[in-house]
């Protein structure tokens, strides 16, 4: 006995679940972490694997600079707290600058990952191109939810904008 513990490899680890194989070939958390990644796919067939890379994981604006060619803004820390699923654009003051709605989260994560709830609707201030965040809940934009849509009503006396939650009812909160 050295002292070291080892962890037996949970049957609901996520790389166990979507490949069984490695369940077979590995009983333990250390054995896995040790091993290269060439060792751990040696019954896989490499020819049909691809790379993918990720660059960074924020939630960005990108401006067209013509030419096909894109510069990206990170958006305020405000937007980065989960998943955005949807965007609307609405000029709240009518000033000609739309301010940016946006809203999200994910609940259908793995349950070893944890759901993303964080996101509970934001305001993006479109200063002339610039953005700033409202504060959270301004003129009582504020919910709860796994939210995959919002879409805008508009309607005689004022426009509403409704949202769309999993497992909850609609929204609508009244626009200026
Ligand atoms: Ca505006």
């Known amino acids: 006995m050295t002292g070291v513990q080892t962890c037996a490899l949970p049957i609901c680890f996520p790389v166990t679940i979507q490949t069984p194989t490695i369940k077979k070939k590995y009983v333990s ?6 091993s290269s990644m060439n060792a751990i796919l040696t019954h896989i067939e490499k020819d049909n694997l691809f790379d993918l890379t990720c660059q960074f994981a ?12 894109f510069k990206t803004h990170l958006l305020p820390w405000q937007a980065q707290l989960a998943p955005i699923n949807t965007i609307l654009c609405y000029d709240w003051q009518q000033d000609g600058f739309p ?6 989260n994910e609940y259908q994560t793995e349950i070893t ?5 964080a ?11 610039k953005l700033r965040a409202y504060p959270l809940g301004y003129q009582g934009f504020f919910f709860r939810g796994d939210t995959k849509a919002m ?12 949202v769309g939650n999993n497992n909850l009812p609609l929204k609508a909160f009244t626009l200026p």
């Open 99 to 104: 301010e940016i709605f946006i809203a999200g």
């Open 151 to 162: 879409a805008l009503l508009k309607q005689p006396k004022h426009t509403s904008l409704l």
């Open 29 to 34: 958390l250390e054995e896995l972490a040790e």
């Open 119 to 129: 996101l509970y609707g934001q305001i993006l201030a479109n200063e002339q191109g």
């Open 58 to 69: 924020a939630s960005v604006w990108l401006e067209n600079q013509g030419n096909g060619t």
């Open 113 to 117: 990952t944890g759901r993303y709830d």
